[in-house]
C-alpha cells in the first residue's frame, strides 16, 4: 500500500482518522486554554510546562494498571466512551473559581485513562490495515496530529484571546463530543483482541515481556527517551515568548508535519533505516541554539528544523511490531505511548524546573543536550540489521482486510 487513495479507501480508517483528528483538536485547544489559564494564576514556568504536560506523569499509572485492557475490550466501545469522558472533564475544568489543584487532579485522572486510549487506537489501526499499509497509516494519523495542532493552537491563540481561556476550554470539551460522535456511528462494532480479563497483574505480565527483549527495549527507548526530553523543550514555550507560544507551537507541528509527510509517502523502503539515525539527531540538535536567546523568528526556524526529527518514531515503530506478537500489538503500542508521555510528563517538570532556577532559554537548551546525548548513547543498540528479530516475537502477521 503506497497511495493515499488505496489507504482511504479501507474500510474503517477514514472513520478512525476523523476521530483522531477531532480529538488531538480537542486535547490541542484545551491545553494551550490550561496552560495560560494556570500561567496568569500562577505566573509560574513549572505550573505552566505541569498544566500543558504534566497529566502525561500519569500515563505510568495507567501503563502499569490498566494497559492489560487496551486488546480486551471492543474498539469502537471503548474510544466512544473515552471521548466522552474526556469531553466531560474538560467542561468541568472549565467551571470558574476552580482553584488550580482540583485543575491538576482532573488533568491526571485523564492522563491515566489516556493510557489505555493510546492502546485501543494503536491495536485497531493494526487491525484494520495490512502489514505493508501500517507505515503509511501511522504516518497520516501523526500528518492529521500536526494539522491539528498547527490549525488548534493557531485558532486556541485566537480563542483564548476572544472568549477567555475558560471558553476556550468549553470548544476542547464540545470537540471531545463530536470524536465520541464519530467513533460510535464511523466504526464497526468488532470484538476484543483477546477474551482473557483485564487485570493489573496481566498488565504486569504483558510489560514484563515486552521488555524482556534486548531489541524491543532499545527501540521503547528510543521512542520515550530522546522525543521527552524535546518536548520538555517544548513545554517552555508559554513562559519563553508568552505573546507568542502559539507561534512556536505551530512551527513545531510544520516540522512534525512535513517529516511524517516525506518519510511516509515518499521515502523508499530501502532509504528508511539509513534515515532514522540522522533524523534523531535532527529533532534535538536545533534546539541549542536557545542558548544565544534567539529572537522570536530564528527560534521558530530552528523549531521546525528540530521537529522534522519526529518522523523518527515511525521507523521505530514499524521495527516494534516486526518484534512484537499480533496478539499484543495494543498493549504494545499502548506502552509506546504511555511511556513516551510519561517520559513527557517527567521532562516537562525537568524543564521547568530548571528554568524555575535559571531561565527558558537555558532550561531548553540544557533539555537538548541531554537528548543529543540519550541517542548517542541508544545508536549501538539500533543499528540497522540485516533481519531484526526476537525470539519471544511470532512472526510479522499481515491482517486481511475488512470488507
Do not use: K
Not at 471531545?176 to 464519530?182: D, E, M
Not at 530501502?270 to 536557545?290: D, K, Q, S, T
Not at 514499524?318 to 504494545?332: D, F, I, K, W
Amino acid at each position: 500500500m503506497r497511495t493515499y487513495r488505496e489507504l482511504f479507501r479501507t474500510p474503517e480508517f477514514t472513520p478512525l482518522f476523523l476521530n483522531t483528528t477531532t480529538q488531538i483538536a480537542a486535547s490541542t485547544v484545551s491545553g494551550l486554554a490550561m496552560g495560560t489559564l494556570v500561567h496568569s494564576a500562577t505566573g509560574s514556568p513549572l505550573l505552566s510546562a505541569l498544566a500543558m504536560f504534566g497529566p502525561s506523569l500519569a500515563q505510568v499509572l495507567g501503563a502499569t494498571t490498566l494497559l492489560s485492557a487496551a486488546d480486551r475490550m471492543p474498539p469502537r466501545a471503548a474510544l466512544t466512551a473515552m471521548a466522552l469522558v474526556f469531553g466531560l472533564a474538560t467542561a468541568a475544568m472549565a467551571v470558574p473559581g476552580l482553584p488550580v489543584w482540583a485543575l491538576f487532579a482532573i488533568l491526571f485522572g485523564l492522563g491515566t485513562i489516556a493510557a489505555v486510549g493510546g492502546g485501543v487506537r494503536g491495536g485497531l489501526l493494526n487491525e484494520i490495515l495490512t502489514t505493508d499499509g501500517y507505515l503509511l497509516g501511522r504516518s497520516v494519523l501523526n500528518m492529521s496530529v500536526g494539522t491539528m495542532q498547527i490549525c488548534g493552537y493557531a485558532v486556541a491563540g485566537a480563542l483564548v484571546t476572544v472568549l477567555s481561556p475558560r471558553g476556550t476550554l468549553l470548544t476542547g470539551a464540545a470537540l471531545y463530543v463530536a470524536a465520541a460522535a464519530v467513533a460510535r456511528f464511523g466504526l464497526t462494532r468488532r470484538p476484543p483482541r483477546t477474551t482473557e480479563r483485564p487485570s493489573i497483574g496481566r498488565t504486569w505480565r504483558n510489560n514484563a515481556l515486552l521488555w524482556s527483549s534486548g531489541p524491543r527495549r532499545y527501540v521503547y527507548l528510543a521512542l520515550w527517551v530522546p522525543n521527552g526530553l524535546i518536548v520538555g523543550c517544548e513545554a517552555l514555550f508559554v513562559p519563553y515568548a508568552p505573546a507568542h507560544a502559539g507561534l512556536l507551537f505551530a512551527s513545531a507541528s510544520i516540522g512534525m508535519l512535513f517529516g511524517d509527510t516525506v518519510l511516509g509517502r515518499f521515502v523508499p523502503a530501502r532509504w528508511r533505516e539509513r534515515l532514522g539515525a540522522p533524523l534523531r539527531l535532527l529533532l534535538a540538535v536545533p534546539f541549542l541554539v536557545f542558548a544565544l536567546h534567539p529572537a522570536l523568528p530564528l527560534a521558530m526556524a530552528a523549531v521546525a528544523i528540530a521537529c522534522v526529527g519526529y518522523a523518527a518514531s515511525l521507523l521505530l515503530q514499524e521495527r516494534l511490531m516486526a518484534l512484537t506478537p499480533h496478539e499484543l500489538s495494543g498493549h504494545a503500542l499502548g506502552l509506546h505511548t504511555s511511556g513516551m508521555l510519561t517520559m513527557q510528563g517527567v521532562a516537562a517538570v525537568l524543564a521547568g524546573t530548571l528554568a524555575q532556577f535559571t531561565s527558558p532559554a537555558t532550561a531548553m537548551t540544557v533539555m537538548a543536550a541531554a537528548s543529543v546525548a540519550v541517542t548517542l548513547a541508544l545508536a549501538p543498540g539500533l543499528t540497522p540489521r540485516p533481519r531484526d528479530t526476537d525470539d519471544t516475537a511470532a512472526p510479522p502477521h499481515r491482517v486481511p482486510r475488512r470488507t
